[in-house]
């Protein structure tokens, strides 16, 4: 990643090794670095400036938005937040929720029960998608032997109920649901 050293516009002709608040200025990201270094579009960047959920550190002289390492972190947490399921207004509330907060503990407290929430919906998903996945291995055994024992003209619709398959053997749902009307 390439950052580009631009004078702020606060700064004099001079600039020194380190800018405002104890930023180097070599250390600010322009917006399509900022882009690049999380895999966002600067459209994203410049959407979630809008909403208040990212602000620019400063301007160049040219007016270019220039951004800390920190806000690197905040773009890839709002990605974070969004794989979860929340919607940009969502985090948008949980941000104005943490600024206003009138302390810490009660931010904590807030972000926590977020955070509890969506990780009781993950651990359930995982466990869905676990179901799933025994589905589709019991139905992938199951039809492994259509491939070898399997006669050619066979109707279609007999599968499922095909005397090729062992004794008994029931085929899996993802296997009878294609059959099914």
């Not at 920190?70 to 773009?75: G, L």
């Not at 977020?114 to 998903?125: C, G, N």
């Not at 589905?135 to 109920?161: G, I």
Request: glycine share 6%; net charge neutral; aromatic share 4%.
């Amino acid at each position: 990643m390439t950052t580009r050293h631009l004078p702020l516009a606060s700064s004099p002709e001079a600039v020194p090794a380190t800018g405002i608040a104890g930023v180097r200025d070599e250390d600010l990201l322009q917006v399509g670095d900022l882009a690049k270094a999380t895999g966002k579009t600067v459209r994203a960047i410049h959407l979630y400036e809008e909403l208040g959920l990212l602000k620019a550190h400063e301007r160049s002289k040219g007016r270019y938005r220039l951004f800390t390492q920190e806000a690197v972190v905040r773009v890839r947490w709002i990605s974070k937040l969004q794989s979860l399921g929340l919607s940009l207004s969502e985090i948008q509330s949980l941000v104005r929720d943490q600024e206003g907060s009138n302390s810490a503990q009660f931010a904590a407290l807030k972000l926590r029960g977020v955070y509890q929430a969506k990780l009781d919906e993950t651990k359930k998903r995982i466990a869905e998608l676990r179901e799933l996945e025994g589905e589709l291995v019991a139905s992938l055994e199951f039809l492994s032997t259509c491939k070898t024992a399997c006669a050619s003209q066979a109707p279609v619709h007999s599968c499922p109920t095909c005397e090729r398959h062992p004794e008994g053997e029931t085929a899996p749902e993802l296997v009878l649901g294609v059959h099914a009307s």
